[in-house]
C-alpha cells in the first residue's frame, strides 16, 4: 500500500512538471514584455503599466 | 570531537571572524572616510534587491534596464521575512538578512565539519596547522568563515542559506538518507537556480549505494533498481519541487514561466558560446581585468574539481564542475561567487592542503587564503569590480 502510494505521489509530481512545462512554452504576456524580456527586439524595458 | 565541543568550537572560530569583519570595517572607513554607516557600507549590490523582495514582495520595475526582482529566487527572501515577522516587524529587511546568513553559516560549519569527518577526509591531519581551533576537520569551518570571497555568506545574499542546504543535502547523501537529500535540493532549488542540478550528484550518491548493496555496477539494473523502489524514485522526482513551485508562481504573477530566465537579458546581454567562448573571450581579454581575474579562478576551480574527482569526492567534483558550466553559459561575472558558494570548493581546498607534504606549505596557503578572505572583505566595502 505504502509502494502504491509512493508510485501515485511520483506520477502526481511528474504530472506537475509537465504542466508547469507546458504553461512555461505558452507564456501569456505583453508584446512590450515579449518583445524585451523574450525576443529581444527592443533594447529598453518600458512598463507598460503592469 | 563531541557534538558540544565541536560547537563551541565553531562559535569561537565565528566570533574571531566578525571580529575581523568589524576590524576591516573600523579601518574601510577610517582611511575612505567612509561616514555612511554599516547598514550603507555593507548593503552592497543585490541587497538592495533582497531587501525590496522581502519588504515589498515580487512587482514589476520601472527601471529601463529592466532590472527586475523576479530575477531573485524566493527561498531566502522567504526565510528574512520569517525573521521579521517574528521581531513584530521592528528588524528591517537588511538585519533580517543579516541575521538569516549567519544563523546559516554558523549551521553550515558545524554539518561540514561533520561531513567531511563522515567522508573519513579529516584522517591523517598532521602538522602544527592542524592544532586548536583547526584540529579534526574544524579548519573547514575557517575556511567557510575567511575564506576568499565568502564575505556573500554574510551579506543579504543567498549563499549562505544555499550552502547550508548545499552542505546537508551532501551530508543527508552520505548518510544514504535519500528523500531527506532530495528534500534540500528541492529547498536549494528554490534558493537559486542551479540548485536543481543537484539531481545529478544524487544520482550519483545513490548509485554508489547501489554498487555497494548489489557488488556491481550495471547501469540498467540500477536504473531498474531505482524504479522498482519508490522512495528513491519520489527523492529524485522531489529534486526539481522547488524550481517548478517558483516558475508556477510566476506564471500566475508574470504570464511567464520561464520569467526568471528571461529576465537575466537585463544583466547579461552579450552573445557569446556558452562556456568555451565565455572562458576564451575573458582569458586574455585586456579591458576588463576583474573579468579577467574571474575566468583565471574559473581555470583553478576546474583544475581542482578534476583533482578531487581523481581522489574519490566524485559527486562533490561534479557537482563543483556543473554548478560552475551553468554561469559559464552566458558571462563570467560574479563567478568567483558562484565557485565560493558551490560550497564543495572548500571542502577541496582542505583536502589539498592536508595532502602537502611539507608542513610550512600547509601554513602558507592556509595563511594566503585568510589573507585572500581580508582582501575581499576590503573590497566588498570599498565596492571594488571583482567582488561582483
Known amino acids: 500500500m505504502k509502494k502504491f502510494l509512493l508510485y501515485l505521489v511520483c506520477a502526481g509530481l511528474v504530472a506537475f512538471f509537465a504542466i508547469t512545462l507546458y504553461l512555461g512554452k505558452n507564456p501569456k504576456v505583453s508584446d512590450e514584455y515579449r518583445a524585451f524580456y523574450i525576443d529581444h527586439t527592443v533594447k529598453k524595458w518600458k512598463n507598460p503599466g503592469h | ?388
Not at chain 2, 8 to 19: D, E
Not at chain 2, 156 to 176: G, H, I, N, P
Not at chain 2, 309 to 329: C, D, M, N, Q, Y
Not at chain 2, 337 to 354: D, E, H, N, Q
Request: charged share 10%; hydrophobic share 55%.
Open chain 2, 1 to 388: 570531537m563531541s557534538n558540544k565541543k565541536l560547537i563551541a568550537n565553531i562559535l569561537i572560530i565565528f566570533l574571531i571572524t566578525r571580529g575581523i569583519f568589524a576590524a576591516v570595517y573600523f579601518i574601510y572607513c577610517a582611511v575612505c572616510n567612509d561616514n555612511s554607516g554599516f547598514e550603507a557600507v555593507f548593503g552592497r549590490w543585490d541587497t538592495e534587491h533582497y531587501s525590496d523582495i522581502i519588504e515589498n514582495g515580487y512587482h514589476y520595475t520601472n527601471k529601463s534596464n529592466g532590472q527586475a526582482n523576479w530575477a531573485f529566487f524566493p527561498l531566502f527572501p522567504l526565510a528574512c521575512r520569517g525573521v521579521r515577522m517574528i521581531s513584530g516587524g521592528n528588524l528591517s529587511p537588511f538585519w533580517c538578512g543579516i541575521i538569516v546568513s549567519n544563523v546559516c553559516l554558523v549551521i553550515a560549519a558545524f554539518f561540514a565539519v561533520k561531513l567531511i569527518r563522515d567522508r573519513g577526509i579529516v584522517k591523517g591531519e598532521r602538522g602544527v596547522l592542524f592544532t586548536g581551533l583547526s584540529k579534526n576537520g574544524s579548519l573547514l569551518a575557517w575556511f567557510l568563515m575567511l575564506g576568499p570571497f565568502t564575505v556573500y555568506f554574510s551579506a543579504v545574499y543567498t549563499e549562505s542559506l544555499f550552502v547550508l542546504l548545499l552542505v546537508l543535502f551532501f551530508y543527508a547523501a552520505q548518510k544514504e538518507l535519500f528523500p531527506l537529500a532530495g528534500m534540500f535540493a528541492a529547498l536549494a532549488g528554490a534558493t537559486r537556480s542551479v540548485g536543481v542540478l543537484l539531481i545529478i550528484p544524487l544520482i550519483m550518491a545513490m548509485y554508489s549505494s547501489y554498487r555497494k548493496e548489489k557488488g556491481s555496477g550495471n547501469i540498467f539494473c540500477f536504473v531498474g533498481n531505482v524504479f522498482a523502489r519508490p522512495a528513491r524514485l519520489f527523492s529524485l522526482l522531489l529534486v526539481p519541487v522547488g524550481l517548478f513551485c517558483y516558475m508556477l508562481y510566476l506564471y500566475f504573477f508574470l504570464g511567464d514561466a520561464f520569467g526568471f530566465i528571461h529576465v537575466q537579458v537585463a544583466w547579461r546581454n552579450e552573445d557569446f558560446l556558452p562556456v568555451i567562448g565565455v572562458l576564451k573571450h575573458y582569458l586574455f581579454s585586456t579591458g576588463e581585468i576583474h573579468y579577467t581575474i574571474s575566468a583565471w579562478i574559473c581555470i583553478a576551480a576546474f583544475v581542482l574539481y578534476v583533482w578531487m574527482f581523481v581522489k574519490g569526492l566524485r559527486r562533490e567534483a561534479v557537482w563543483g564542475i556543473i554548478s560552475l558550466l551553468l554561469p559559464l553559459t552566458s558571462h563570467i561575472m560574479s563567478t568567483p561567487r558562484f565557485i565560493s558558494g558551490s560550497f564543495v570548493v572548500w571542502m577541496g581546498m582542505y583536502l589539498l592542503i592536508k595532502s602537502m607534504k611539507s608542513h610550512g606549505a600547509q601554513v602558507f596557503f592556509t595563511i594566503l587564503l585568510y589573507a585572500g578572505g581580508v582582501i575581499t572583505i576590503a573590497m566588498w566595502y570599498a565596492q571594488a569590480h571583482l567582488i561582483m
